[in-house]
C-alpha cells in the first residue's frame, strides 16, 4: 500500500497540516474544521475546470489555466500566493472555487491533493485515423464510463429532489430537446407516460416557442440542452418561465445562458474531443441523469406509478407475439 504525504497550507491562517493518503483511498480533510462537510474533497476538480475553462471571464481563465499547469503546486500555496502568481484578488479566487460548486479555497486544495494521490482510472482519448476495432471500443466505453462518473460528481441530489418535486406538482409536463437531445426528450416522454404522467415532448423549434408561449403555473418543462446556448431550447425555456411554469434544465457543467431562466439545473459533465463530440458523450450523460429523476418520480408515488406500469405493460402485450 503505497502512502503519498502532501503538504496543504491554510489558505485563511498561514497554518500547515500534512495529509498521509493511501493511493487507493480518498483523500480526508483534517480533523477540527468548523465544517467538515463544506471541506470535504470532490472528484473530477480539474475536470469541472477544465469543462467552464472556455465560458470564463479572462481573470477567472488566468486562475483555471494556472491550476490546470500546476495542480501538484496549488495544494501548498495560500490564497494569497495564488492570487499574486495569477494577478488577481483573494475575492476573485474564492469566487473562482465557488463557481465550479466548492465551498472555497480550502476545499479546492484538498481536491486537487485527492486527484493527485489517485491513479487516473480513465483517460480521455481521441481517436486516431490509425486505431483498430479493439482500440475504438475502449476509447469509446472508456469516454462514456468517465461521462456518467464525472456527472455523478457534479449532480446535486437536492436539484434532483427539487425536480421532482416540481413534475410532481404539474397538471402537464413538456420536454423540449433540439438536435441530438431530441431523442432524450421522446425517451423521456415515454419514460414518464409509463408511470402515469401528463407529459409531451417538443422537438420543433416553432412548436417548443407557442406551447411554451402558452404554459402557466401549473406546467413544469424540462429543457434538455447539454451547450446551454442552443438559440431555439434557451427562446423556450424563457418563454415558459415568462408565462409562470416552472422550468427545469438539464445542461453541462459550465455557465451557459439558459441557466438564467431556469428554476432547477440538473448538471451533466461531458467533454468533447475531435471525434467524440458533446453528442456522444452527453446522451449517455442526459440519459442517465432523466433516469434518475423518473426513478425518483416513481418512488415518491411508488402504488400508482406500479398500478400504471402493469397496466402500460399489459396495453403493450398485444404488440408481442
Known amino acids: 500500500m503505497a502512502l503519498h504525504q502532501v503538504s496543504v497550507h491554510d489558505g485563511g491562517n498561514g497554518t500547515e497540516g500534512a495529509?498521509?493518503?493511501?493511493?487507493?483511498?480518498?483523500?480526508?480533510?483534517?480533523?477540527?474544521?468548523?465544517?467538515?462537510?463544506?471541506?470535504?474533497?470532490v472528484e473530477n476538480a480539474l475536470g469541472r475546470i477544465r469543462v467552464a475553462q472556455p465560458n470564463m471571464a479572462k481573470s477567472a481563465q488566468r486562475i483555471a489555466q494556472f491550476i490546470l499547469e500546476r495542480p501538484e503546486e496549488i495544494v501548498g500555496m495560500s490564497v494569497t500566493e495564488l492570487s499574486e502568481a495569477t494577478g488577481v484578488s483573494e475575492g476573485s479566487v474564492i469566487n473562482f472555487c465557488r463557481s465550479?460548486?466548492?465551498s472555497g479555497f480550502q476545499q479546492m486544495k484538498l481536491s486537487l491533493a485527492q486527484e493527485i494521490v489517485q491513479p487516473v482510472q480513465f483517460i480521455h482519448e481521441d481517436l486516431e485515423r490509425d486505431d483498430d476495432m479493439e482500440t475504438i471500443c475502449r476509447k469509446v466505453f472508456h469516454s462514456g464510463i468517465q461521462?456518467?462518473?464525472?456527472?455523478?460528481?457534479?449532480?446535486?441530489?437536492?436539484?434532483?429532489?427539487?425536480?421532482?418535486?416540481?413534475?410532481?406538482?404539474?397538471?402537464?409536463?413538456?420536454?423540449y430537446g433540439i438536435g441530438s437531445s431530441a431523442p432524450i426528450a421522446e425517451d423521456a416522454q415515454y419514460r414518464m407516460l409509463r408511470i402515469g404522467l401528463d407529459v409531451r415532448a417538443v422537438t420543433d423549434s416553432h412548436i417548443q416557442a407557442i406551447s411554451a408561449s402558452r404554459?402557466?403555473?401549473?406546467?413544469?418543462?424540462?429543457?434538455?440542452?447539454?451547450?446551454?446556448?442552443?438559440?431555439?431550447?434557451?427562446?423556450?425555456?424563457?418563454?415558459?418561465?415568462e408565462a409562470g411554469a416552472k422550468t427545469i434544465v438539464v445542461t453541462n457543467f459550465a455557465r451557459s445562458p439558459i441557466q438564467a431562466f431556469a428554476d432547477i439545473v440538473l448538471f451533466t459533465m461531458a467533454r468533447e474531443t475531435r471525434f467524440r463530440t458533446e453528442a456522444m458523450t452527453s446522451r449517455i450523460a442526459q440519459i442517465c441523469v432523466v433516469d434518475a429523476l423518473i426513478a425518483g418520480l416513481a418512488l415518491a408515488?411508488?402504488?400508482?406509478?406500479?398500478?400504471?406500469l402493469k397496466k402500460t405493460f399489459d396495453v403493450l402485450s398485444i404488440k408481442r407475439f
Open 215 to 241: 404554459c402557466d403555473p401549473d406546467v413544469t418543462t424540462i429543457t434538455i440542452s447539454h451547450s446551454g446556448a442552443t438559440h431555439e431550447t434557451v427562446a423556450a425555456t424563457r418563454l415558459a418561465k
Open 147 to 175: 461521462a456518467l462518473r464525472d456527472t455523478l460528481s457534479v449532480l446535486e441530489p437536492a436539484a434532483l429532489e427539487r425536480a421532482v418535486a416540481a413534475v410532481r406538482g404539474a397538471k402537464r409536463i413538456e420536454i
Open 100 to 102: 465550479i460548486g466548492l
Open 301 to 308: 408515488d411508488y402504488d400508482h406509478a406500479t398500478d400504471v
Open 19 to 41: 495529509i498521509v493518503a493511501d493511493a487507493n483511498k480518498p483523500v480526508k480533510a483534517p480533523k477540527g474544521r468548523a465544517s467538515q462537510t463544506d471541506n470535504r474533497p
